[in-house]
């Protein structure tokens, strides 16, 4: 057991201090002159000397009395089953003990001193919103009752559009996609505010958000509609206004992925991508977000599990990799917070080495926040042994829990870590936050195709509709199925609108697709929602059997704008011709290839996800309540070509 003498740890601890605060100061990047006459929000970690300087005292003499166990326990950010700190339903309990060997979240504290917890749906942490800041409450009483007192920074992924973690009665806020859409910093800044300001309320001060990868390939499987869009320096706006936004209400914003994940074909959950840029492409296009954050005063940046060759040869991913950590992050962007990596139970980190050596080469490789390693114990004892044997040192430890304690600090945890009944009554899915919400998502809604000036649609001409497509389960708490939620939206603005769902999943059976087209020929329009066609896709049937009727047809795309590319839909221009080739192209090797649809007056519009605020705002923007504003943030590429365009980046038509 480590019992260093007092006044010598202290000595220690102030060179650390002094060293990291040296290096922040050397390394931090000067901002560029439109970033000093652009008008702000201060940077959340320039806070005033006076509270400095307290804070630096706490956190010495609370690394004086720590453990060498209590500072490891600080790099790990854990899960937990359950609703309650101290009695989760017994299934959670049983988990929790098959998994940590602990009953619950207070339990977990006292044993692996765990610096973090991070909320998830799975573990069953999330039902409402006082129950979740009952449940952090609690968590935060257990952490103060120990003899080194340190409270929990509970954390959760709240991007926002197809991730979201804590759904309604919350406010939902349109995603990333979508914000780069609308081409708004301020909307942006407004949005973050108020999801930052209602993750506080429930007592959770760390996102893992914004996501700063530039979607380079419409093809990525896990990033997508996450990322704000194609452009490096439209992202970096909104990257940057997001952090401002995060952390002006009290909340640490995470970068992520570092050094970035948006041209990928591979999903980094379940492989290991490796991205080919040349140092002079990361450059150019992956590095200006990550900039951005860096100097907007971010406290966090999540790395991702990729392999980066041109930042570092070796065949390890990014998150073990001290030249990308360390070298580029550190020393060449001047990054001094928090590096947190991404889930550690991921495949794309698990599958060279086992799980007990991948959180010590995390943090040799610059690594500070240990998150959610899929085998607590073992990987809480393997750092402690790699301590012992000198494979890493006590000071690389003090660095990184010098780091975390300091956001704490800059978080407000150590002034007052706990919330209250009337701060979620005050603050959580507020009426003016609804309001805000609705406005932005407004903004958002891309029109991409108004053959014959079909939309708005006209009560007159227009009043029977019928809403048909597929109805995937919606991220948690964000209402839903799509169908129903255009259905009902479009109702209440005066149509009689039918809903006929193909299904849960995307593909239509030939059952569902002969029903939807009998149900259609007895309305005045139909509106079709498509999520993720693509070249084989039964969706491109139903579209365009649809448009065969004759009926006035609204195409909607609830999550990637790429869909019309492989629709059988008519397009201004030269545009007709190319895309009616590339669908019959992508025709000839799909069994269930679409027929050759009439000439009728056909719309289409992107939504970018499937949430209730944005297919609202789209239900607005078909009746003509809104003007559509929306700008594709991406280019869509053709299908019988990728490198032609179909619709170029900035697209996007108004009435």
Known sequence: MQNPAF?????????????????????????????????????????????????????????????????????????????????????DAAQNRKEAGVANAAELIAKYHVGGIMYVGWAHNIRDPHQLAALSNGIQKAALAGPAPVPVLLSTDQEHGIVTRIGAPATLLPGAMALGAGRSAADARTAAGIAGAELAALGIRQDYAPVADVNVDPANPVIGVRSFGADPRAVALLVAAQVEGYQSAGVAATAKHFPGHGDTAVDSHIGLPVITHSRAEWERLDAPPFRAAIEAGIDAIMTAHLLFPALDPVDDPATLSKPIITGVLRRELGFGGVVVTDSLGMAGVRKKYGDGRVPVLALKAGADQLLNPPDLPTAWAAVRRAVREGVLSEARIEESVLRILELKARRGLFDDPHTSDREVNRTVGTREHRAAADRIAERTTTLLVNEGGLLPLSLSH??????????????????????????????????????????????????????????????????????????????????????????????????????????????????????????????????????????????????????????????????????PRGRLPVPVRRADAPHGVLYPRGHGLSY
């Open 7 to 91: 006044p010598q740890a202290a000595s220690r601890r102030a060179l650390l201090a002094a060293a990291l605060a040296a290096t922040a100061a050397a390394c931090s990047p000067q901002p560029s002159a439109a970033t000093r006459d652009r008008k702000t929000t201060p940077a959340p970690t320039q806070t005033p000397t006076r509270h400095r300087d307290r804070d630096r005292k706490r956190i010495d003499a609370l690394l004086g009395r720590m453990t060498l166990d209590e500072k490891i326990g600080q790099l790990f950010v854990a899960r937990v089953y359950g609703h309650s700190a101290t009695a989760p339903d017994p299934a």
């Open 462 to 627: 227009h009043r029977k509709l019928l809403v048909v497509g597929p109805d995937p389960a919606a991220p948690s708490g964000t209402g839903g199925p799509p169908t129903a939620v255009l259905g009902r939206a479009l109702t209440a603005l005066g149509f009689t609108a039918e809903t006929l769902s193909t299904g849960t999943a995307p593909e239509p059976t030939p059952e569902r697709i002969k029903a939807a087209v009998a149900a259609a020929k007895n309305q005045d329009a139909v509106i079709v929602t498509t999520y993720d066609v693509d070249a084989g896709s039964r969706q491109r049937r139903l579209v365009s059997e649809l448009a065969a009727t004759g009926v006035p047809l609204v195409h909607v795309a609830i999550r990637n704008p790429y869909d019309i590319a492989h629709l059988d839909l008519p397009h201004s221009g030269s545009n007709r011709s190319t895309n009616r080739v590339g669908a019959g192209r992508a025709a000839e090797a799909a069994p269930d290839a679409a027929p050759e649809a009439s000439a009728v007056p056909i719309a289409s519009l992107a939504t970018y996800s499937w949430t209730d605020v944005e297919l609202r705002a789209a239900a607005r923007v078909i009746a003509g309540r809104v003007n």
